[in-house]
Structures are given as C-alpha cells and as structure tokens.
C-alpha cells in the first residue's frame, strides 16, 4: 500500500497497519487536550485489566508462602525452585547448567521451561520476599501484561477506537486458555512480547516499501527494525520459547496468506523483507547459538520432546465447550482435555459464532483473510495426528501428522496450538467492532453488544486455590547450615520426583543455596538418551520412597548399609535430613538409622553426616 494510507483516527485498520506511523510533532492545544484524555483512557484500560488478574488470583494473598494453585501444585513447586535458581545471578552464581538439583549430574535449564529472563529480572524480589511471591506476581503480571501489549497494539497499530481494543485485548489476556495456563505455566502466559514482535515485522514491512512504489527500502528503518525483531526474538527466548515458535507459525501462515491475497505489495516489499528478516535472524543467532547448542547438544540437553502429541491433541468437541474455569462453564468439560492447565481449546460456541459471523461482515480485506486462514491452521494443527471428538480417537488423520516428528516441532504440544488462535480471533472482533463504531445506523449499537455477549460467558472466575504444607524450621530458619555447607548437596527423606516434587520447596525456601538429587526436570534419561521426567532412581531412593509410600521398617543388611553408602558418595551428600512431621516418620527414622547410624536431632528434623 502507499505511505498515504490514511492514518487518522478514522483510517481503517489494516490500512493503519501498512500506512505511517508517526505522527505529528507540533501538536495544538486540542490535540493535546485530546491526548491527555487518551492517555486517562489507556491508564484507564490498564488498571481494569490490573483488577481482573488481582482478582483471578486474590486466592494466593496476602500470604503466597502460605498458599498454593490446587489445581497443579506441582508445577508450581518446579516454577518457584527455578525462581530461586535464576535469582542465584544476583550473587554471580548461575550457569545453564545447575548443579542445584539432580546431583551430581545437574539439569540443564535451557531444556528446561525456566523462564530465566523472569527469574533473573526479578530476582531481588524472590531474595526478599521469597520465590512464592515472584510466582504470584508473575502469575498476575504476565496476564496483565499481555492485556496491555495487545491493547497498545490495537490501539496504536490498527487505530481502533478504544473500546474495541479493550475487548480484544481482554480476550487475548484473560481468555480460557491463558486462565488455564496461569494454573502454574508461567513460560506459557508471558506473551507480552507477541505484540511487540508483531509490531516490528509490521516496521519491517513498512521499511521494505515506504513509498508503497516499489522505489526501494528505507535501510535506515530496515536495519533498526530488524534489530529490534532480533532483540525481542533474543528475550523471548529466555522467557517462553515454545510462545515464540507458536508465534513464528502464526506469522509465517499469515505471511503467506497476506503474500497470495495482495500480490502487488508482496512483489514490491519481498526483496527488502526478506533481506531485514535475513539480518534479524543473523543478529539473534549471534547470542543465540551457543544457548540453543547447549539446550540441544549440551551436558543434560534433549534435542527431543518426551510429550506424545497423540496425548496432548485437542478434543474436536472442545472448541465450542466453555471452559471449566469459565463462569459459564461445567466440570463435565474437564474429560476433553488432560487437566486443567490445558483449557486451550474451550472458546465456547458464542463466540465461535461471532468471529465468523464478523469475518464474514468484514469481507475478504488481507488482514481479515490473514487471521481467519491463521486461526483455522492453528485450530486444525491442535487436533493432533488423529483427530479425537467427544473423547474418542477417530481414523481421521489430522494436519499435525504431516509436522509429528520434525526437530523442534515435536517439543510443541498440539493442544497449545490454539492459543495462537486467541489473538488472531481477537482481532477480528476489534476490526468488527472498530467498524460498526466509526458508522451509522444499527450496526454501531449491534456488533459492539453481540461481541460483549459472546465474550460474557468466558468471564474467568478466580483460580482455586489451597494451603500448603508448612516448611520445617530446620530449613526456614536457616538450621540446615550445620548440616550441610552452602553448595553441598542435602538429602531430603524422601527425594523429590516427578510426581512428589514437594522436597524441592526446601531448596526454594533456602534460596537454592544448596543442591539435591534427582527430582522434578527434564533431563536426557529416556531410552537412548532421549527426554524424560526426573531421572533414575538410586536403589537406597527407591527403598526410602517405598518406605515412606507403605510404611514398616525392611530388614537392612550390610549390602543395604554398603549401597546407602555407595549412594551417598554418587550424590556427593553432605548431610540426610528427615522432618519430624514427615508421614511415617517413625518407620523412616528406624530406616535411616539401620543405614547410616544414630540421628542428630537438629530443629525439628533428624540429620545423618554420609
């Protein structure tokens, strides 16, 4: 399109989209009188969006420390231990590869879900105040702040009128599949920088062709564009990557769909496009390379997924179900899924109807034709290699089938495919409504109320929430340095797994001052050396887990006391410490002794020197 696409307030969006941006210096007093009051507004919106994630989350105040989400605490025993290990950086002590957990071989925090950019930026907060209350705020912050990424998108990109993209913003915030995801996937909800990364390939496509004449790029604009694309990329990367390849898809669909559906900017804009993509993708592989060989190739790297698509595929019959988590929603809806941090797919048929029904009133506009075919990919790429309706696997094959198994591809769910589909629904909606506002008639009144219906029943209700467990004083007061030395390793009775990870609160609460064995990661201990959950467990492990799963005290001969103490010397322990409120404690205690001699009672835990 030519740089005189109309950029006033009454342009039309996807004109907006490709038109100037800027706007003038020199502004009079009525323009800034009007400034001032779109400022309120957008303040406005912003503490709206600030009220509704407080209030999905009052559940975890005003004591984070004292409670938990009941609907997937053990994600969010893993989430605070990475807290406290990325708040480790403040004190010089952190690598890739921790040796805070799973001694003595470490894990490897790139192939894990980390979100270290997060970690790292709040970790003055989590060495006050504790990693509990960094994962309550990043579980409202990461909402609010994709609410307020998108609306500033909205606003300043399409020019929509406020309102509009107050409504598709709240949906791409705070819709079923993000309130799902707030059930302790952190990596998962921080999407506020999609819009930003949205914004600069748009600045990309602007610089490719200013003149909207095919004269040439402006390579000033181009080489600052990209450069920016490279840094968000970079910063993605260590906050959420698998939101950042659900992006890449989404982009490179509508990419193509925008190419087919306007030729001529496509013939104009490709050359100098593809150049600033070309140097985008340079500058991040700079910091990126070695980060991603070393989550890949590196000590504790998986270049695999260990989550079968088949499991984690979209039942066809959620799409137009409420979510659980919705007001309007009912627990029947919980066996279309696999739990209920995975309500990616519950839109719900109104608004279903509504999307459709606004593209369709929209015509077929590139940007309008961009989302719906972007919408449909995602949506069908959720359904898996087969497609699944009602809870039943058909013969039917899905798209998926074609990507199943390609490098990278396999670490995604299906199931979250979806989520890319939020915004783009979004954004029909804001065009629909950003339109029938700027007219006359019936229409201004009819589409904005038809859109506040649809969207009405996913009003999200707070997230459950529950107490949790106390922490032994030998931990919280710090009682654990005569047992073990700052960066020794300690061994809770019993270790933390995958299943149990609640043992590696011990760690958070102590700020991951020292290290433990096995428990709750992804590491390279599948066959072959592919993904899996946790690691191997040790036989003294194995013998203390069942201990404390059944109780009694085995018959412990001298091979037992000679592996506990093989075992000992593998994890590199200093210490073995068991809580006195522990379940079992009485058969437990008796075990450890018959393994390492008499207890030291220290606080309120029994400790053995190995």
């Not at 930003?196 to 062709?209: K, M, P």
């Not at 039942?315 to 990616?344: C, F, H, K, M, Q």
């Not at 299906?414 to 629904?425: E, G, K, Q, V």
């Not at 010397?569 to 006195?580: E, H, T």
Request: with cysteine.
């Amino acid at each position: 399109m030519s740089s005189a696409a109309p950029t006033a307030p009454d342009a039309a969006p996807d004109q907006a989209v490709l038109g100037a941006d800027r706007l003038p210096h020199r502004l009079r007093p009525a323009r800034l009188l009007a400034a001032v009051s779109r400022r309120r507004a957008d303040v406005a919106v912003a503490l709206l969006f600030l009220a509704l994630a407080g209030w999905l989350t009052h559940g975890l105040w005003p004591d984070p420390a004292a409670r938990v989400l009941a609907l997937n605490p053990e994600d969010q025993a893993l989430y605070e231990w990475f807290l406290a290990v990325d708040s480790r950086a403040l004190f010089g002590d952190f690598g890739l590869l921790t040796d805070r957990l799973n001694a003595p071989d470490g894990v490897n925090l790139m192939t894990n879900t980390t979100v270290i950019a997060l970690g790292v930026l709040l970790a003055p907060v989590t060495l006050l105040l504790g990693a509990p209350v960094t994962f309550a705020l990043l579980a409202a912050a990461n909402l609010v702040g994709t609410a307020v990424a998108w609306y500033l998108l909205y606003t300043r990109l399409l020019r929509a009128r406020r309102v509009a993209a107050a409504l598709g913003a709240a949906l791409c915030g705070f819709g079923p599949g993000m309130v799902s995801q707030t059930n302790s996937h952190l990596h998962m909800t921080a999407q506020w920088l999609v819009p930003v990364i949205v914004w600069l390939v748009v600045r990309l496509l602007r610089a490719a062709d200013p003149a909207g004449t095919g004269d040439g790029p402006d390579r000033r604009r181009l080489v600052s564009s990209a450069a920016g694309l490279a840094a968000a990329v970079t910063a993605q990367v260590f906050v959420g990557e698998e939101v950042l390849f659900l992006c890449a898809v989404t982009l490179l669909v509508m990419a193509v769909t925008y190419a087919v559906t306007d030729r001529n900017l496509a013939r104009r804009a490709l050359p100098g496009f593809a150049g600033g993509m070309l140097l985008a993708s340079g500058l991040a592989l700079l910091v990126l390379a070695w980060p991603l060989w070393f989550q890949f190739a590196g000590p504790q790297g998986v270049a695999d997924g260990m989550f079968s698509p088949h499991y984690f595929s979209a039942d066809l019959r959620s799409w137009w179900t409420i979510s659980p988590l919705s007001v309007a929603g009912g627990d029947g809806a919980a066996r279309l899924t696999t739990g209920p941090a995975e309500y990616n797919t519950f839109l719900g048929l109104p608004l279903l109807l509504a999307a459709a029904a606004c593209a369709f009133w929209l015509g077929r506009r590139p940007l309008v034709v961009a989302c719906v075919v972007g919408t449909l990919t995602m949506g069908a790429l959720s359904l898996g290699p087969r497609v699944v309706l009602d809870g039943e696997r058909t013969a039917v094959p899905g798209p998926y089938a074609l990507l199943s198994g390609l490098p990278v591809v396999d670490g995604a769910l299906p199931m979250r495919f979806a989520l890319a589909a939020l915004p783009l629904i979004a954004t029909l909606l804001v065009l629909a409504v950003d339109r029938a506002l700027r007219g006359t008639g019936q229409a201004r009144r009819l589409v904005p109320a038809a859109v506040g219906v649809a969207l009405l029943p996913l009003l999200p209700a707070p997230l459950p929430t529950a107490d949790r467990p106390p922490l032994p004083e030998f931990v919280t007061g710090g009682h654990w340095r005569q047992c073990v030395e700052p960066g020794g390793v300690l061994v809770p009775v019993p270790l933390a797994t995958p299943k149990e990870p609640w043992p590696m609160r011990w760690a958070t609460a102590a700020d991951a001052a020292f290290g433990m064995p096995e428990g709750f990661f992804i590491g390279p201990y599948g066959r072959g050396g592919t993904a899996a959950m946790g690691t191997f467990q040790q036989p003294t492990s194995a013998l203390l887990t069942e201990v404390g799963k059944r109780g009694g005290q085995p018959v412990i001969g001298d091979e037992q006391r000679r592996q506990a103490a093989e075992d000992a010397d593998f994890w590199g322990a200093s210490c073995v410490a068991l809580a006195v409120d522990t379940p079992r404690v009485d058969d437990l205690r008796g075990t450890l002794e018959q393994l390492y001699g008499p207890a030291t009672r220290i606080a309120d835990a029994w400790t053995w020197r190995v």
